[in-house]
């Protein structure tokens, strides 16, 4: 065991959620209590830069005290504990939270979550009115691959601050969807150029237009510099204090390490590079070569 020495961690806080939506890629089980979280995010923060995430922090509200510890000004949400409790925004900008990522799934929303988009705008139209910035975060799959450039304008007309793009992993309940969601080489290189043009088209200070890691090499273009950091710069600690690669991989059998006795310690050579994402290779590819041993 090697004391893991690269800049981040991913705390997940709880697979505790609201809704049951079907493409979720969270396959660990278990929740923090929320002093035990707020003791250990002020131990890891001597050390790490720390983030707070889970399946939806807002079915227990005392995770937001750890937020707050680490200066954590944004949160990630599906948007339903806010519909339902609007009021809850002011416990939101009590623990200095300005900024909420909301899962808006354009194109196929209705398909994956009970939230649909009338109501996730709603949510939207709500946070703005009462100055909190918004974030959009969007699965692709082979259904919305095509429709980019809309969903950027339709963020910018919705006054959010950016949209980010998540390509669809089949894991967690999503193992259960079609495989034809997945997107092919020539879908992701139509994904690609529209998320080139529509960044032609808007200022970053207009919207802030990103993609996840998860779609691996960029297509297009003549430089490449892809790197995933799993595993060298970032690693994911679920409440049963093991340690995993990624967000995505973290589920039984990926483990590569624990929290013990105050450190992170690795299983794993920690200085592994991959020029691909490992997730993708997992989940999508179904690549076997890159064992986690």
Sequence with gaps: MKKYNGKNIIVMACSNCNIDCSHCYVSYKGNFDSNNLLDLVKELKKDYNITINGAELLTNINYLKSLQEINQTYLMSNGLAIYNNPQIVDILKKHDIRSVSLSYHYGIQDDLSVMNISKIEEVI??????????????????????????????????????????????????????????????????????????????????????????FGKDLIGKKNHFKCDAISDTVVLTPDYNIYPCIFLAKPGYEIGRYENGEVLLNVEPNIEFNSCIAEDFCNKKIKSLKIE
């Design 125 to 214: 139209r709500w946070l703005r009115l009462n100055d909190l910035e918004v974030r959009l975060l969007t699965t692709i799959t082979s259904k919305n691959y095509n429709q980019i450039e809309q969903m950027c304008l339709n963020a910018y007309r919705l006054n959010t601050r950016g949209i980010k793009f998540t390509n669809f992993l089949s894991q967690g309940n999503a193992i259960d969807m079609s495989k034809d969601n997945i997107l092919s080489e020539q879908q992701k290189k139509i994904f690609f150029e529209q998320l080139y043009n529509a960044r032609m088209i808007y200022d970053i200070n207009e919207l802030i237009i990103e993609r996840c890691g998860s």
